[in-house]
């Protein structure tokens, strides 16, 4: 009988250690998943910030906050991105805390014109550039994730960008698996869950004053915040453990950090079914003492389990990783895609030039070849004169292929340098350069008026880049005309320099001028352009201290002008 008992609670202890090293295992796998899928919806909006910062009509809200007919205008601005981005919400808030504009100001609950001044995203986000929170909007009473960022120009912050993400798809993933899953905030609350008798409540007591900066910021709305009753039992490791929920359930939990350190991500196994096999092996390790055969076989049986445990183990590794590789990769492609857009359009632009550059380089080819057949016939007849005359001719066209280059070199370059005294004749005429062949080969009328000593504080490469830009989309405008006239001057203003590139193609529709300058925005058609060249050449001039504007003429014709900060005379 002691024995049988001790073989018992020896079957017994083992199997249930086993059982929860099991548990243990297949929660930390179940949560490198969900850690990955929460991580990836959390970053999948991070660049909307940055494309309606660099947006002309949420700039000019931000200096005119008062203007009803421009808040109207962005808050229709912020539905159309948010129609295409997914967010349940997109909104602006102004420096005081007062909602300007918001993609959803035609349903009710919206917070346009609502005072958020007290909301801990938008206090962090003026004061230190970012914010997150997630609570229960005050007008909508709906939960979500709230991602703030300050909105700044010449460095000074004027604003707030606001998202709201639903996570309630999330949440609904959670409730179709055996285990449970819990997401508690930097209060320890659980804000979401897989039992809704478990939602807004604490894993743990809090203090009065956590209690006040809650009644304060108010991220749970009404609810009662009565603990969860958890009580650790022990401690399997740094991030792992086991507990009992409400006196009742046992869980084996695994645990980590997510969103930057400021959740805690955590997926409980219960220990019931695994208790239960633990003391069935119990009974049948008792019986091992008193019938050795049926020990032996059920020893046959508990390898073959090890051995099913352990493939299972690989092929529950294989899939994980599998998994995880593949939302790292969707992650990628996700933040890369707005780059990729962005410099779709320069490569555009440079592909146009290529052809010119190609025909450009052709003819000093096909002279040096000559000249270089001359110069051996010359040698071998003595004319060493006329022979050095056909070496320095080839040297000057390799000196205009080099030049010829370069310039191309000069537009594909990406340039970081620092900002200084630039020549705006140079800058004009090295963009003319580039553009010569489709001038020249569209028989167009190009009239400059440049005062050589006028200069700008810039970046030569960019600042070709804006020119070349603008004069390329000359270009393009007049090519259906009869009489085809660029005309380009720069004078200075005051402390700016300001210069007007015009052409008399036809005018910019009304319902577009006011929008050229937005991301996607373009009349060409399809697969000409994807609307991206003016939005570069606009944030290129700002990060200048300049700004760069359009306007139509009468009776037709399109003129963009270019103010930038105007330096001293230029010299060299």
């Known amino acids: 009988m002691a024995l049988a008992a001790f073989a018992a609670w020896l079957g017994y202890a083992l199997a249930f250690r086993l059982g929860l090293e099991r548990l243990h295992e297949r929660a930390s796998q179940r949560l490198d998943v969900e850690a990955a899928r929460l991580d990836g919806q959390l970053a999948r909006f991070e660049f909307l910030p940055n494309l309606l910062e660099a947006s002309p009509i949420i700039a000019r809200l931000l200096d005119e906050p008062d203007n009803g007919e421009l808040q109207m205008q962005a808050s229709a601005y912020l539905e159309s991105i948010n129609a295409i981005a997914g967010a349940t919400n997109l909104y602006i808030v102004g420096v005081s805390g007062l909602t300007l504009a918001a993609a959803d100001y035609r349903q009710q609950g919206t917070p346009l014109g609502r005072n958020l001044s007290f909301r801990p995203y938008v206090i962090d986000a003026l004061k230190t550039g970012r914010g997150r929170f997630f609570g229960v909007g005050i007008t909508s009473a709906q939960p979500g994730y709230y991602q703030s960022y300050a909105l700044v120009a010449n460095g000074a912050t004027r604003g707030v960008a606001a998202v709201k993400i639903n996570l309630d798809a999330i949440e609904r993933g959670w409730r179709d698996r055996t285990d449970d899953v819990l997401l508690a905030d930097e209060n320890d609350v659980a804000i979401l869950v897989s039992r809704d008798a478990w939602r807004y409540r604490p894993i743990r007591p809090l203090s009065q004053t956590e209690r006040d900066a809650i009644a304060n ?153 000559t000249s270089a057949d001359n110069t051996a016939v010359l040698i071998e007849r003595g004319l060493l004169d006329e022979a050095r005359d056909n070496v320095a001719r080839i040297g000057n066209l390799v000196r205009r292929m080099g030049r010829l280059t370069k310039q191309l070199r000069v537009f594909a370059y990406k340039s970081d340098e620092p900002l200084d005294d630039i020549s705006v004749a140079k800058a004009v005429q090295e963009s003319l350069s580039l553009l010569r062949a489709r001038i020249r080969d569209g028989r167009i009328d190009v009239s400059t008026s440049v005062d050589p000593e006028l200069a700008i504080v810039a970046n030569q490469a960019r600042l070709e880049q804006v020119f070349t830009n603008v004069i390329a989309n000359a270009i393009d405008a007049v090519g259906g005309g009869q009489e085809k006239t660029i005309g380009i001057r720069a004078t200075r203003n005051g402390e700016m320099c300001e210069i007007v590139i015009e052409n008399n193609g036809p005018c910019i529709p009304s319902d577009m001028l006011s929008r050229v300058f937005e991301p996607f925005v373009t009349s060409k058609p399809p697969g000409e352009g994807l609307g991206l060249g003016l939005m570069l050449c606009d944030h290129i001039v700002r990060s200048f201290g300049g700004r760069l504007s359009v306007q139509n003429l009468t009776p037709t014709g399109v003129a963009f002008t270019i103010e930038i900060p105007a330096a001293g005379n230029f010299e060299g």
Request: glycine residues 8%.
């Open 217 to 369: 910021a108010r991220p749970y709305g009404g609810a009662a915040l009565t603990p969860l009753a958890w009580m650790e039992r022990a401690r399997i490791d740094e991030n792992a453990s086991r507990v009992a929920i409400e006196g009742e359930h046992s869980f084996v939990t695994s645990s980590r950090k997510v969103n930057g350190g400021a959740w805690r991500l955590i997926v409980l196994e219960d220990e019931s079914a695994t208790r239960q096999k633990a003391i069935l092996i119990g009974w049948l390790s008792g019986l091992t003492a008193v019938v050795l055969m049926l020990g032996l076989l059920i020893a046959g049986q508990r390898r073959r389990a090890i051995r099913q445990k352990l493939a299972s183990r690989a092929a529950l590794q294989a899939a994980h990783d599998m998994l995880e590789i593949k939302v790292q990769e969707r992650t990628a492609e996700l933040r890369a895609a707005q780059s990729e857009l962005v410099h779709a359009e320069k490569l555009a632009t440079l592909g146009q030039m290529s052809a010119g550059i190609v025909h450009e380089l052709n003819q000093p080819l096909a002279a040096i070849q």
